[in-house]
């Protein structure tokens, strides 16, 4: 399947257009809400003329697609950010070469990325993953055990958190989908009312093709756009 630039050009201005009236619609404005396109399976070349469109926040999937293609991007005025599961034996591949790490879960992974990063001599931005769906074949820690985490990761070296990240379970309304973004919200502003030390909650990624508009209505100031913006993910 051929990308079309002109549906890439098209469908970049609708879901700004889009993301602008969920935005209002939230008591927000456009600028308070975080494009960034998921790119996985997407060639450079289509990535950079959506950068030339304007677009300043890419995430990949996949560490080892993000090497192959890391060379070809055009990150001048863009970031890069890994928002896929990632294994503790990958993070020395990624650290230094994406701004933000969207998927820590675990201590395990939280104190590799802090000793790599701190043997790179740089500190690495990250949010926490959360099952909001309590689904068992889903990454992320549970809402119960959230805090705990936090509290056990705040004081590595090197690693900076900043916001929430979730991926809810597939649902067949709006209404469900909004309950569990509205449920992931009330998190996010619980761990922010305890003014944490070392933890900024800045970021709440929430929302992808399907429900970005759902996710902004209930608080989302960042949404992961893929195949709404590049079309059907192609995979070879």
Known sequence: MERSLADIEYNYKYINEKIAEAAIRSGRKREDI???SATKT???EYINYAISLGLDHIGENRVQELLSKYDEYNLDNCSLQF???LQSNK??????KVDLIQSVDSV??????SRVSTNKNLTTDVLIEVNIGGEENKSGVSPQNLENLIEQIIDLPSINIKGLMTIPPICDNSDKIRKYFYDMRNIFLD???KNIDNVSMDILSMGMSSDYYEAILEGANMVRIGSALFGNRVYK
């Open 83 to 85: 928002i896929g599961h």
């Open 91 to 96: 993070v020395r591949q990624i650290v230094g």
């Open 34 to 36: 975080t494009f960034l």
């Open 42 to 44: 997407v060639e450079p």
């Open 191 to 193: 761990i922010s009312a």
């Open 108 to 113: 395990k992974l939280a104190s590799e990325i």
